[in-house]
């Protein structure tokens, strides 16, 4: 069913289903199917797989769980339908630690407003970035970082590959960001 998935084979994947296949299997790089389809933006697909219960917040593979995974290529449609489902906006696992930071690192404004709109936790700790305002800097994304600054970021905040922001930003050699940091 993975990499039916993958493919975005939507009428064998709904027979496969029909025939017993497991709709949670673990498996490949973006660790089962309902990820697999969430990064690929296949959403008839992703809606099949949650029709037949696939687990909204499993986590595993590349991007750790669906919402990250569908967060990461910056699909609105999926991540809204993964929320509707109970996807939970605070997980934590895969590449960028949450799905908040790889919005941020992603430059996807709009949904990053949508998971904050859900209670994402914009200080959270956790990653390479260390956080989502770390995430925003080093990706170079100005008005995700006033916006999540808006929304209670704490500059000082240490952690992840840079040590804060403002380092991430350094090190990206984004003066403009920089200066907005010092502010």
Do not use: P, W
């Amino acid at each position: 069913i993975y990499i039916v998935s993958i493919s975005g084979l939507f009428k064998v994947a709904e027979e496969m289903l029909e025939k017993g296949a497991d709709v949670n299997a673990q498996g490949g790089q973006y660790g089962n199917a309902l990820q697999a389809a969430a990064y690929r933006g296949h959403e008839i697909t992703v809606e099949l797989l949650l029709e037949k219960g696939a687990d909204v917040n499993a986590q595993g593979g590349e991007y750790g769980n669906a919402l990250q995974a569908a967060v990461y290529r910056g699909n609105k449609r999926i991540v809204e339908l993964l929320l509707e489902k109970g996807a939970d906006a605070n997980a934590q696992g895969g590449q960028y630690g949450n799905a908040l930071q790889a919005a941020a690192y992603g430059g996807n404004e709009k949904i990053v407003e949508l998971l904050l709109e859900k209670g994402a936790d914009v200080n959270a700790q956790v990653g390479q970035y260390g956080n989502a305002l770390q995430a925003a800097a080093y990706g170079g994304n100005e008005i995700i970082m006033e916006l999540l600054l808006e929304k209670g970021a704490d500059v000082n905040a240490q952690g992840g590959q840079f040590g804060t922001a403002l380092q991430a930003a350094i090190y990206r050699q984004s003066e403009k960001i920089a200066e907005l940091l010092l502010e």
